[in-house]
């Protein structure tokens, strides 16, 4: 079992930047393909951005291609979310997830632990 705490979320301006984290409890973390995720009030919750287990390939949404970046530490256990030139739009909960499925994995019901999530608000 995994449990997964996001830090790193707050209010800032169109164009700012912010760097969310992500650290995993267990021994087992570099046996999970990790994803973030977002949902803002009234919408679904999204697929933002995914890394394989050995962080070798990444897969981002269409609407965060080129400013988002995903990387992940498996000696420290944990998994970043670099936000570059947010927009409004990029406001939402942002979910931070596990999924021992071996490769890219960009839909909610492949995995298995979430974390509590983090807000992130970005004004005009």
């Known amino acids: 079992q995994v449990q997964l705490v996001e830090s790193g979320g707050g209010l800032v301006q169109a164009g700012d930047s912010l760097r969310l984290s992500c650290a995993a409890s267990?021994?087992?973390?570099?046996?999970?393909?990790m994803g973030w995720f977002r949902q803002a009030p009234g919408k679904e919750r999204e697929f933002v951005a995914c890394?394989?287990?050995?962080?070798?390939?990444?897969y981002y949404a269409n609407s965060v291609e080129g400013r988002f970046t995903i990387s992940r530490d498996n000696a420290k256990n944990t998994v970043d979310l670099q936000m570059d030139n947010l927009k409004p739009e990029d406001t939402a909960n942002y979910y931070c997830?596990?999924?021992?499925?071996?490769?890219?994995?960009?839909?909610?019901?492949?995995?298995?632990?979430w974390g509590q999530g983090t807000q992130v608000t970005v004004s005009s």
């Open positions: 890394i394989t287990q050995d962080g070798g390939s990444t």
């Open positions: 267990g021994r087992t973390f570099s046996t999970y393909a």
């Open positions: 997830a596990a999924t021992p499925y071996v490769g890219i994995a960009y839909a909610l019901h492949e995995y298995d632990y």
